[in-house]
């Protein structure tokens, strides 16, 4: 059960606030703030998680849903997975389709017995709440004004402090350390002095048009397919739901992409001449994601650790933004725990390096898988002729194969 060292009422700048105070006050109700509370508190550690969304908001909001095995792992270890594991689909591979082909990649061969599962983000943060909940932890939804002060590297006159309000009601958490886990667009990382980090950016010159389709999957494993009009993807959410994807340009404007255009140009771009046929359904959702690839260094500063989407961006080809995320506060809760169990800071003054060596390697992955499966604006003849080689390369030796394999089941959590 979460508890406060104390509860009182404090002036700041003539502004009376209510005062709480935890170890750790977790910025951002996501993936990454979920899973850091609730290892800490499997360890014994208080925390607080704020979040300026609602409750219903981030438990419906449709996200990416291909869960690596290290995440799976650490989602049941943790006492989350059972509704995963009773409705999240188990894949042991994917399928590359190009010139007319379909090659399978077979993660359960190449790996070891490996595989990723298929379960929706928005899904993944109903069972973290429901967890957090039930174990007397504390998540306050619809907090405005979020600000902090106090965590930076110079001495200051208290500890960091989460300042914000709560339905109208100014308040402010003191705490031993902030976690940052608010996203790109989160105050977290505008909070550091300028200068402090660098941010390394790479923005694609193309986009995916998704869709949910009220269709079975076409496909019992992902098809990613690469035509001369373009990528796409054939995924699922469920079986009877379908996720696809087209190629776009960044700027595509929906109003010109009535759904029978989208069948028409998803049979186009997943064509096979092995029989296989795309089921078409009642399109109940469309957007268009732009592709880009960012990452801050370092990923702290002070008592201030920034993890997930706000320390880093992934373009969605290699699947790889929620188990970022997870790899990332894993680090941090074991670094946590050495240091309130025997009082090591070594730990913690390692997260970001030991974090970013993981970060750069699948940057490094998703870089290269949207590089390999997308047509480029500037591309040409002998570019469309090599990218063909290489997927023709890729499908045809172990060693190509093994390594997307391990990339995309995932790297090592350490």
Known sequence: ?????????????????????????????????????????????????????????????????????????????????????????????????????????????????????????????????????????????????????????????????????????????????????????????????????TSFERTYPFAWLGILAEAPPSSEELIYSYHDRGFALLSMRSPQISRLYLQCKPDEDLNEWPDERIWQELHTRLTSTEGWTLTEGRIIQKGVTGMRSAVIEPMQYGKLFIAGDAAHIVPPTGAKGLNLAVADVRVLARAFSEYYSAGRQNPLEAYSITCLRRVWKVQRFSWWMTSLLHRWESENAFDHRRQLAELDYLTSSRAASQTLAENYVGLPME
């Open 1 to 197: 059960m979460v508890t406060f060292a104390t509860r009182s009422v404090q002036v700041f700048e003539g502004i009376a606030q209510r005062s709480m105070r935890t170890k750790v006050g977790i910025i951002g109700a996501g993936p990454a703030g979920l899973v850091l509370s609730h290892l800490l508190h499997l360890q014994g550690i208080e925390s607080v998680v704020l979040e300026t969304r609602s409750r219903q908001y981030c438990e419906e909001r449709v996200r990416a849903g291909v869960l690596e095995q290290g995440t799976v792992d650490l989602l049941n270890e943790i006492g989350a997975g059972a509704r995963m594991m009773r409705e999240g689909m188990v894949h042991y591979g994917v399928n590359l389709r190009f010139s007319g082909r379909t090659h399978h990649i077979d993660f359960r061969e190449l790996t070891g017995g490996r595989g990723i599962m298929i379960y929706a983000q928005h899904e993944v943060i109903k069972d973290l709440v429901k967890a957090r909940l039930a174990s007397g932890g504390q998540i306050l939804f619809e907090v405005e004004d979020v600000s902090i002060r106090d965590f930076g590297e110079t001495k200051s006159s208290g500890k960091p402090t989460i300042l914000f309000r709560k339905d109208g009601e100014a308040q402010q958490l003191v705490c031993d350390f902030i976690a940052g886990c608010d996203g790109s667009h989160g105050i977290c990382r505008s909070s550091i002095p300028e200068g402090i980090i």
